[in-house]
């Protein structure tokens, strides 16, 4: 990656797998002469931007206190900031909540909303050292009008916005945004997944 600018926005991206909307975004601010730090929680999955000189790629597990201590850490170390934190990486949960595993709930709950707070808690300190800063958190549609066998995605996304809501407030004199992005339904790979979860789900017997 070329760091010679220093005025170039530097922007830390989670969720960046190919087919889905970080990767999307990775391109589109590297296209707007960006510094983009793209992560994922598997290299590989991020492999046609591996040559590109305008990508810093890094393995990050949002679930990780470990991992994003260390990514965030790495990319201040390197570039001295972090201009925009783009809040990406989720999973989905699809079932009815009534059958759905409480274990399936949590890993959601952990990645959608608990790995959010742990980036923006991560970079926050950096921001407000330079009394600037963007926190985009990548919500969904669903959560204002949520549908059968979506719940627990939904009251996921929910508590993002709710989250976000509140951070617009209280990081507002340290001269950091807070923005909720509420996507409608886009073609993307993050259903690839989710069937896994419908083949947990108990049988009842009536």
Request: with cysteine; proline share 3%; net charge neutral.
């Amino acid at each position: 990656m070329d760091t010679s600018d220093d005025n170039k926005q530097v922007v830390l991206i989670t969720g960046c797998s190919e087919g889905g909307i970080g990767h999307a975004l990775a391109k589109e601010f590297a296209a707007n002469k960006c510094l983009v730090v793209a992560t994922s929680r598997k290299r590989a999955t991020m492999a046609d931007l591996e040559h590109d000189s305008r990508f810093e790629l890094q393995e990050l597990d949002v679930r990780s206190d470990e991992s994003v201590k260390r990514v965030v850490k790495s990319v201040v170390e390197r570039f001295g900031k972090v201009d925009v934190l783009v809040n990406n990486a989720g999973v989905l949960c699809v079932g009815p909540l009534a059958e759905v595993p409480i274990s399936d709930i949590q890993h959601t709950y952990d990645t959608n909303v608990f790995g959010a707070l742990r980036m923006i808690q991560a970079v926050v300190p950096h921001m407000a050292s330079k009394r600037k800063g963007k926190i985009v958190n990548i919500g969904s549609v669903s959560s204002l009008a949520p549908t059968p066998w979506s719940g627990a995605y939904t009251s996921s996304k929910s508590a993002l916005h709710s989250l976000t809501d509140t951070m617009r407030l209280e990081l507002k004199l340290l001269g950091i945004d807070s923005i909720s992005v509420v996507p409608g339904a886009i073609t993307s790979n993050i259903s690839n997944s989710a069937s896994a979860t419908y083949s947990r789900m108990p049988e009842w017997k009536l």
